[in-house]
């Protein structure tokens, strides 16, 4: 297999893997911890604004529904974990995926709590770094231990398909 073949593997198996153990924490933390769960149907609609020029909201659940949101917040919560994945092994290279250690999966999946506490959380309307909502603290320690368990994620879907693909 040549190396381009296997980075686009590898990272599509990898984000998914990484993607399912965040999701799998999720419903945990939800069932388990009573913590509020993720409404990927608000994801989906501020990506359907997208094409009607609007990429920010005061409030994403005021603002108007689109068609299919709940499915393209799915689909866009798992492209997501895929791009972050494609962005690791950028960094790192395949032959930390061949033979993965935790160190950098997981300084990468806390890293990538950027993305929702200054592109996310603004952009639909809960402030930077959740500024504007009830318990800001609350939200990004949420924001935090999810990203790091998506570290931890990256790690256990990058060491199961070193496993299974010499």
């Known amino acids: 297999m040549s190396d381009t073949l296997e980075f686009m593997v590898r990272t599509l198996l990898i984000g998914l ?3 399912l ?6 419903q945990f ?20 604004h997208f094409p009607r020029g609007r990429f920010a909201h005061a409030s994403i659940a005021a603002a ?26 950028a960094i790192v290279g395949l032959d930390w995926a061949r033979s993965p250690t ?16 200054f592109v996310v959380q603004p952009a639909l309307g809960a ?8 318990n ?7 924001s935090l231990v999810s990203h790091s368990v998506f570290g931890l994620g990256l790690y256990l879907a ?5 496993w299974m693909i010499p």
Do not use: C, K, Y
Not at 38 to 47: D, E, H, K, S
């Open 17 to 19: 893997g990484a993607t």
């Open 21 to 26: 153990v965040l999701d799998a924490w999720s």
């Open 29 to 48: 933390s939800q069932r388990v911890l009573r913590r509020p769960a993720q409404n990927p149907a608000f994801l989906g609609r501020w990506v359907g």
């Open 64 to 89: 108007a529904p689109v068609r299919g949101e709940v499915a393209l917040g799915w689909i866009t919560h798992f492209a997501v974990g895929i791009v972050f994945a494609a962005l690791l092994l």
């Open 102 to 117: 935790l160190l950098p999966a997981l300084v990468f999946g806390v890293v990538t709590v950027a993305a929702p506490f």
């Open 127 to 134: 402030g930077v770094m959740a500024s504007r909502t009830p």
């Open 136 to 142: 800001p603290n609350a939200a990004r320690l949420n």
């Open 158 to 162: 990058a060491l199961l398909w070193a």
